[in-house]
């Protein structure tokens, strides 16, 4: 098994820029593919940024440009950078590990507890 934590959220003002870390309880070099989604209130849960095994990066156009998920296989931690800020970016935002990333248990599916970010106009 492996345990995500996310931490770094907080409450900025728009324009600025916050970094959000996901660590995992074990290696993470045996994790092919990670994702970030967040959950705004009222909405669904929508994934932002998604890195696969060959360091290909995806984002969602509505923050193409901004964030950059990125990881350090030594402090098995994922992060993700957030720029320039927008009042529509707060959410809970949550890390995964998604199905068949995980080497040592394709089935397997897992993710954070999220954390908070929240942006003022």
């Known amino acids: 098994q492996v345990q995500l934590v996310e931490s770094g959220g907080g409450l900025v003002q728009a324009g600025g820029s916050l970094r959000l870390s996901c660590a995992a309880s074990r290696s993470i070099f045996s994790i092919d593919a990670w994702n970030w989604h967040r959950q705004a209130p009222g909405k669904q849960r929508e994934l932002v940024?998604?890195?696969?095994?060959?360091?290909?990066?995806n984002y969602a156009d509505s923050v193409k440009g901004r964030f950059t998920i990125s990881r350090d296989n030594a402090k098995n931690t994922v992060y993700l950078q957030m720029n320039s800020l927008k009042p529509e970016d707060t959410a809970v935002y949550y890390c995964?590990?998604?199905?068949?990333?995980?080497?040592?248990?394709?089935?397997?599916?897992?993710w954070g507890q999220g954390t908070l970010v929240t942006v003022s106009s």
């Open positions: 940024a998604s890195m696969t095994s060959r360091g290909t990066t």
């Open positions: 995964n590990a998604p199905r068949g990333s995980i080497r040592w248990a394709l089935g397997l599916e897992v």
